[in-house]
């Protein structure tokens, strides 16, 4: 568990008083309904979801993530209050009935020694989606799941970025399962103020739409021209850019040449990553070429769009190694992973500074 010093005047449930509380109420034909979170920055929508879970059942006990499990899952800035502090904030609250501090990621160990009657998940979650190590514990212990809605509008990372407002960022490109997953995961990379809010794709998968409706990222996607990245759509994320008031646009590989015939209406920043030999070129034409005439390296480039195919500066490039035997699939595959690291390092600049500049 974290390292700060425990509270003289408050303890957190144990394991084992939590488990004695859950066979007496058995005992007497109640029922213990089980949650569990990080609960740093106690709102609104946190009490009223903790009420409705207690009223599922005759007692609610809250698992509680420990100081370093929250690190490991939002990020090195959280949480912003110790585990003691949260534990002793939510014990106070009328529906808890008692708060267990727990290490690991998931709440696995913690349902299988609790045996809860309920578990209750807030979210746009179904039974089926939950964590499968969970899952399969409550099965185990024969708990009911309950899925109850959360009040729209209420989260703790809104209110840190109230007081520290967030780098809102957009994606533009063809669909690209690394790079939304790579965006989503900035907080855990040290990257906690910068934001994904929008991605405009071409046709996005049911795996990349399903996870970006779970984060609230708001899509926007369509048929056209280059592979879905046609004029309709452009004007359409025109449009959106500005009502979701997005700082700058990452744009993928494989788009920056759209940019060329569309983006003189552009009015924000551009990121674009390229693979290949300039931007503005196809990327699987060039790195094919490349890999064809024996060629020992290829070169990952993220430039600033500037209005025009090829005048955007360049802020960070990198050379790839051809390997013998390597297709095309396998080194776009390790462009894509360079390609993460200079957008990593010109996002923090940004972040940090306002404007990247080249490292």
């Known amino acids: 568990m974290g390292s700060m010093a425990q509270p003289v005047d408050f303890k957190p449930m144990t394991a084992a008083e939590a488990r004695a509380l859950r066979d007496r109420l058995h005992r007497e034909g109640r029922r213990v309904v089980f949650t569990n979170g990080c609960f740093d920055l106690l709102h609104a929508g946190h009490v009223r979801y903790l009420e409705q879970a207690r009223r599922l059942g005759d007692a609610l006990i809250v698992g509680l993530n420990s100081d370093a499990s929250v690190r490991e899952l939002k990020g090195p800035g959280r949480p912003l209050n110790s585990e003691f502090d949260r534990a002793e904030v939510l014990s ?31 979210g ?24 109850l809605p959360l ?3 209420r989260s703790t990372t809104g209110l840190i970025q109230k007081v520290n407002p967030s780098l809102r960022v957009a994606l533009w490109g063809p669909d690209n399962h690394d790079l939304v997953r790579f965006l989503l995961d ?6 906690s103020q910068i934001q994904l809010v929008l991605v405009i794709a071409a046709d996005l998968s049911s795996a990349n739409q399903q996870i970006l409706d779970q984060k609230g990222v708001v899509t926007l996607s369509g048929a056209g021209s280059q592979g879905g990245l046609g004029e309709p759509i452009w ?3 025109l449009q959106a850019l500005s009502e979701h008031r997005v700082d700058l646009l990452v744009v993928a590989p494989g788009a920056s040449s759209f940019l060329a015939e569309f983006g003189a209406e552009l009015k924000l920043p551009a990121l674009c990553l390229h693979h290949g030999s300039m931007p ?31 005048d955007g500066k360049v802020w960070l490039q990198a050379e790839v190694p051809i390997r013998l035997g390597d297709d095309l699939q ?30």
């Open 92 to 122: 106070g609250l009328r529906a808890v009935d008692g708060v267990v501090v727990f290490d690991s990621l998931r709440a696995t160990e913690l349902i299988r020694e609790l045996k809860p009657h309920l578990y209750a998940k807030g």
């Open 186 to 191: 900035l907080p855990r990379q040290g990257l």
């Open 280 to 310: 503005g070129s196809d990327p699987a034409e060039s790195l094919s070429e490349a890999i064809s005439q024996g060629e020992l390296s290829a070169v990952c480039t993220l430039h600033e769009w500037g209005g025009g195919q090829q």
């Open 330 to 359: 396998s080194l776009q595959a390790r462009l894509a992973q360079q390609g993460q690291v200079l957008l990593h390092k010109a996002l923090a600049h940004w972040r940090r500074e306002g404007a990247a500049a080249r490292a």
């Open 151 to 153: 009040l729209p509008g």
């Open 124 to 147: 746009d979650y179904t039974p089926e989606s939950l964590e499968r190590s969970e899952r399969d514990a409550l099965a185990e212990a024969g708990s009911v799941i309950r899925i």
């Open 235 to 237: 004007g359409a994320g």
